[in-house]
């Protein structure tokens, strides 16, 4: 296996203990990457498309991650005290979203702040996204024989070994390119 599979295999692992330690909840990091989002579960970035967050909260995510990135390289910046209180604002604002199904962590790193809502969610469907897209990557995973596959999130399309890809997320639609 290659390295960026087994760390995805070990990511998808880690969640899955880290749901066992939150009471079954999924666990959806928040934190600046160079992808297409800020927010993190199960193997890899949430698209703001997929997530159906509210409009004002995908708002206030993309122009806090933006703000992360600075200087002549773009590279990602050193974050202030500010821009920590403005994630855990964000993440709080996710977790109430998302209801009491989900652990938010804000950071990424092991010792990260943690946000959790003891209410349902204040966004049911953008909760259902979530569980939804979670639950299918860690499906993907089981139904692969070598746990092996490998996702275009650009494309929605995932691959299985060579020649091998599903058009969508969806774990039935296997097959083949030619």
């Avoid at 998808?12 to 160079?34: C, N, P, Q, T, W």
């Avoid at 938010?104 to 809502?117: D, E, I, L, Q």
């Avoid at 969610?121 to 953008?126: G, I, L, V």
């Avoid at 746990?147 to 039935?172: C, E, T, V």
């Amino acid at each position: 296996m290659s390295g960026k599979s087994d760390r995805k295999i070990e990511n998808l692992k880690k969640h899955e203990e880290e749901m066992a330690s939150h009471g079954g909840r999924h666990i959806v990091r928040l934190f600046s990457g160079y992808a297409g989002s800020p927010i993190w579960a199960a193997n890899g970035p949430i698209d703001y498309a997929d997530s159906v967050l509210t409009e004002e909260l995908v708002a206030d995510l993309t122009a806090w991650d933006s703000s992360s990135y600075g200087g002549v390289d773009g590279l990602l910046i050193e974050k202030s005290e500010a821009s920590e209180a403005v994630s855990e604002e964000l993440a709080e604002r996710l977790a109430a979203e998302l209801g009491d199904g989900f652990v938010v962590s804000c950071g990424g790193a092991a010792g990260s702040p943690r946000f959790t809502s003891k209410m349902p969610p204040t966004n049911p469907d953008a909760a259902a996204a979530f569980t939804r897209l979670i639950d299918e990557e860690l499906k993907l995973r089981d139904s692969s024989p070598s746990n092996m596959h490998y996702y275009a999130p650009l494309s929605g399309q995932a691959f299985k070994g060579p020649d091998k890809h599903r058009a969508s997320r969806d774990p039935g639609s296997l097959g083949t390119t030619q």
